[in-house]
């Protein structure tokens, strides 16, 4: 009797840990993860710092064609540099490990930001990928929102073309410019979360 329940019962252990809901790294609407590190600059960042402001997560290689054609096109400097001038944290994450694509110095990496005129409130090196995978950052560029609450107002996509094209950035919607803009009239974002798309973080 034992013999022949053994494998029903082995099959009802099996269905009960496969239907357990994987825990999501980042979930919309709840608080985003906490964020301690050094930046480039060797100063403190602490994501907890921030909160009561609007605050931008990037994840950046520059080797990566889809990356420049925001940068090259100078689309992602103006979207910072209109952020900076409405007080919104920026920060641009590094999660390329040493020796893989992306990878760079903290002298290289302010470097790259002089050359691009980026205007990120800071820079972040996660040569381990701990920030990345706390965040499941999946793509360079993979963008994240988060609301003066510290909730994850928005996931995914810069935008709505998925082409390395800079010539398709103008007709494209813009989910990181449109979750900013709702926030900051008190709306609810509309879009919430979206596939990335880019270059595979290079962990």
Same mark, same amino acid.
């Given at each position: 009797?034992i ?16 239907? @357990? ?5 980042v ?21 907890? $710092?921030?909160?009561?402001?609007? @605050?931008?997560l ?11 054609k ?15 001038? $409405? ?7 590094? +999660? +390329? ?5 992306g ?17 990120? =409130? =800071? ?21 994240? @929102?988060i ?18 094209n ?10 990181? @410019? ?12 509309? =879009? ?12």
């Amino acid at each position: 009797m034992i013999a022949r329940t053994l494998p029903y019962l082995m099959i009802m252990i099996i269905m009960a840990v496969a239907i @357990v809901p994987a825990k999501a790294a980042v979930e919309i609407g709840k608080p985003a993860p906490s964020i301690t590190a050094t930046d480039i600059n060797g100063e403190e960042f602490n994501l907890a $710092d921030h909160k009561g402001k609007i @605050v931008v997560l990037e994840w950046f290689n520059k080797g990566c064609p889809f990356v420049q054609k925001h940068y090259d096109s100078g689309n992602m400097q103006k979207i910072q540099k209109q952020a900076a001038a $409405d007080d919104i944290t920026w920060v641009s994450i590094i +999660s +390329s490990a040493e020796g893989k694509q992306g990878y760079v110095s903290a002298e290289e990496a302010k470097a790259d930001i002089e050359r691009y005129g980026a205007a990120p =409130t =800071t820079q972040i090196l996660d040569k381990n990928g701990e920030i990345g995978k706390t965040y499941d950052a999946k793509t360079t560029p993979h963008m994240f @929102v988060i609301d003066a609450e510290g909730l994850v107002a928005y996931a995914g996509a810069i935008d709505s073309n998925s082409s390395p094209n800079p010539d398709t950035i103008e007709s494209a919607n813009n989910y990181v @410019v449109e979750a900013i803009k709702a926030l900051q009239a008190g709306e609810e974002v509309e =879009t919430k979360t979206t596939a990335p798309y880019g270059c595979a973080v290079k962990y």
